[in-house]
């Protein structure tokens, strides 16, 4: 891949320690000639910035090693951004330490320690905004194609699903699935969403040449170790790197729990639904962040609710059943944003459905009224789902409550969303809204189900506040 190529990293490296050098001139800068500091006693002597050329080269110099032997460069497949400014924070007060340390053994007297408080500050804050732009970069650089490996999944069970599930819901791992065999025929030939079934694994060798395959993932059980044999060998002479994941006998990938005894790896199987304590802080961030918002919004509320009186005959509120958490039934509630009947309308617009999959979306619906077009594109519709979440019916994060009649067109395996409660905002509204087809959206959510954490919760509410204001794939 491109940005792991000897040539990228080699350049990595050297607009690093170009920004260290800038953070140490920096900090003589602030020291000497804006003299934020003032002098520490009589032993205080003005510096020229040539005294610290030997600091500067050894503090740049400990400062790579270290990012190197913590693996910044490459840095690894799935580290997120919070990772890297770890990584940077570590490496750079570990070597600043190591400097000060012999800097102050040769020259006590001379150095002035609020340079190195400084300059370790300096460079922590222009690395980590680097690090920020060139994530963006890629992110924009991957969604035209630059920069990712095309990806054959091989197995589409559960520890296949598993695998494209991270991979949708973590993009930053570079990964594009042009499509996946399995040689069960419902599965080889039926797409996941817009993840292209390609037939059976005895279509691999025609694939590998035609599809300009990087990478090729082996999900198959272990039952199967004469057909993976084949399949590597297949990979290998075709240049495609492969590699193999452990069905665990053919468990969630995200059930498997890992030990050791001295040394000895231990496998066991981990329950990935909320424990007591999981559910009661969850409860906590619900009531305590739908608190806070309804007080925010207020103001907003009480306008939408006069505009929407004020526009079209019709109540301010709309009341709709959905379901929620194990299949139970419930009220949610939304402010009105189609004329009164438009769910019976909705029969005659079927055949213009934009959206794959058991759910109805039209950029330009007729049913909506003025008022509704505006309230829905920025999202205020979902408002008074807050007394929802009061009531204990939703969550502020989780899949999108879903209609009655959209779950009858369910597949079994949709119905994991069931297992946590619905969401006003949720990972794949952050991740592309309604752009996302129906498969990848359950991906996102059985995967926010798997991994979730209080952090994640707190993320995915601070990233849905761009998206919101942005209005990215909203109709």
Not at 4 to 25: E, P, V
Not at 53 to 67: D, K
Request: glycine share 8%.
């Amino acid at each position: 891949m491109f940005y792991r190529s000897r040539w990228w990293l080699l350049l990595q490296m050297a607009i690093d320690a170009t920004l260290i050098n800038a953070a140490i001139f920096g900090a003589w800068y602030i020291r000497y000639e804006l003299e934020i500091t003032p002098p520490l006693g009589e032993g205080f002597v003005y510096l020229p910035y040539t005294a610290y050329l030997a600091f500067a080269g050894s503090l740049t110099l400990l400062c790579i090693l270290i990012f190197r032997f913590e693996g910044l460069y490459p840095l690894a497949r799935g580290h997120t951004f919070l990772d890297e400014v770890y990584t940077l924070i570590n490496g750079t007060t570990t070597a600043t330490l190591l400097v000060m340390a012999f800097t102050f053994f040769l020259r006590p007297l001379a150095y002035s320690r609020a340079m190195y408080v400084y300059a370790a500050l300096i460079i922590v804050v222009l690395l980590c905004i680097e690090r920020a732009i060139m994530r963006q970069l890629w992110s924009n650089w991957r969604k035209r194609g630059f920069g990712v490996d095309r990806v054959l999944i091989i197995g589409a069970g559960e520890v296949g699903r598993a695998l494209m599930r991270n991979m949708v819901a973590q993009p930053d791992l570079a990964y594009q699935i042009v499509g996946f065999v399995d040689d069960d025929p419902e599965k080889g030939n039926t797409d996941i969403g817009r993840f292209k079934a390609l037939g059976e694994t005895d279509n691999i060798a025609r694939l590998l040449r035609e599809m300009n395959i990087d990478e090729a993932i082996v999900t198959l059980p272990w039952t199967a170790r004469t057909k993976i044999i084949r399949i590597m060998n297949l990979c290998q002479r075709a240049g495609v790197t492969a590699k193999i994941v452990p069905d665990m006998f053919q468990l969630s990938l995200s059930r498997v729990s890992i030990d050791d005894v001295g040394g000895i790896p231990l496998i066991g199987v981990r329950e990935t639904r909320m424990s007591l304590l999981d559910s009661i802080i969850k409860r906590l961030i619900d009531l305590m962040g739908t608190m806070v918002l309804l007080l925010v919004f207020a103001p907003v509320m009480v306008m939408i609710a006069i505009s929407t009186r004020l526009d079209s005959p019709g109540p301010i509120i709309f009341c709709q059943k959905r379901v929620g958490k194990n299949g139970r039934e419930f009220v949610a509630f939304k402010f009105r944003t189609m004329h009164v009947g438009a769910d019976e309308q909705k029969v005659h617009l079927n055949g213009l459905n934009e959206a794959k999959g058991p759910i109805f979306k039209m950029k330009n619906d007729p049913r909506r009224t003025r008022i509704g077009a505006w309230v829905r594109r920025t999202s205020m519709d979902e408002l008074p789902q807050l007394f929802n979440v009061l009531r204990g019916d939703m969550s502020l994060v989780g899949p999108r409550p879903a209609l009655p009649s959209e779950v009858q067109q369910y597949q079994e395996w949709h119905k994991r969303r069931f297992d946590v409660s619905p969401g006003i905002t949720g990972l794949w509204q952050v991740s592309g809204r309604n752009d996302m087809i129906f498969d990848e959206m359950v991906m996102l959510d059985i995967y926010y189900i798997e991994n979730w954490s209080a952090w994640m919760d707190v993320w995915i509410l601070l990233r849905t506040i761009p998206t919101v204001l942005l209005a990215r794939g909203a109709y």
